[in-house]
């Protein structure tokens, strides 16, 4: 498990503003165990969790950080080198979006593999499936590092002021050949793992919930009880921005 952040400025909304923030949050997801794909046809029974266990960033007024939830979230996925990953991805995503309560659209498929300190996606939230960076066989993002990550997910808030900081950019990068190694329960994880970074929680201290930083055959196959309280604090239960 890693987990680190940045800290910059930059103009990502294209217009004049006094001050504009960006606070970046990274954390890599790792496998305990790379298992053959059909070891675990089934899903794993649902763990409750632990309804305290999440984590989400506050901006320095202590707000916490967090899309609109009020307002739809346009997505795209990068499956060019995993043609059949739209059917889970879109799963993984319909469960986010009930269990904060916002809504995602999907606005087609992206030719885009997300890399550190660009911004420039073509939608606000994308999913994408990447080979680590340097890899010869192209598709690479510099999120991935191999060496057992399965992928990386997080968020760009920025806003005019420390009270209206708000993430407007999120992404989803899977390694693909790490996702094809592993079992049917560690690849729905992965996807509602990432997805959580995407939409501000951190990780969780616990492995019941899916939010904790490492996988394994056993995780939930599910959001548990801290990643579901995590989600609604970020979500519309949260009210709007
Ligand atoms: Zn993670």
């Not at 900081?165 to 049917?184: E, F, H, L």
Request: with cysteine; glycine share 10%; hydrophobic share 40%.
């Amino acid at each position: 498990m890693a987990l680190s952040a940045r800290r910059s400025k930059t103009d990502v909304l294209g217009v004049r503003q006094r001050l504009l923030f960006l606070q970046p949050r990274r954390a890599v997801l790792g496998v305990t165990a790379v298992l053959a794909a059909v070891s675990v046809a089934c899903g794993a029974p649902p763990v409750p969790g632990v309804s305290s266990d999440f984590s989400i960033n506050r901006a320095s007024d202590g707000h916490g950080l967090r899309w609109n939830p009020c307002a739809a979230i346009h997505w795209r996925l990068d499956s060019r080198i995993e043609p059949g990953a739209f059917t889970p991805v879109n799963t993984a995503i319909n469960t986010l979006a009930s269990a904060t309560g916002m809504t995602f659209v999907y606005d087609g498929a992206a030719s885009y593999s997300p890399q550190v300190k660009v911004w420039t996606q073509p939608s606000p939230l994308v999913v994408s499936f990447a080979r680590q960076s340097g890899s010869p066989l192209g598709f690479a993002s510099s999120y991935l590092s191999g060496a057992g990550q399965i992928g990386e997910g997080g968020w760009w808030a920025s806003g005019s002021s420390q009270a209206n900081i708000q993430i407007v950019k999120g992404y989803a990068v899977i390694d693909a050949d790490v996702y094809n190694r592993s079992t049917t329960n560690v690849r729905a994880a992965t996807l509602l793992h990432e997805l959580g970074h995407s939409v501000g929680l951190n990780h969780a201290a616990y492995n019941s919930e899916v939010m904790y930083g490492m996988l394994a055959a056993a995780s939930p196959t599910f959001y548990s009880a801290g990643d579901l309280s995590g989600l609604r604090a970020v979500g519309r239960p949260a009210g709007c921005l």
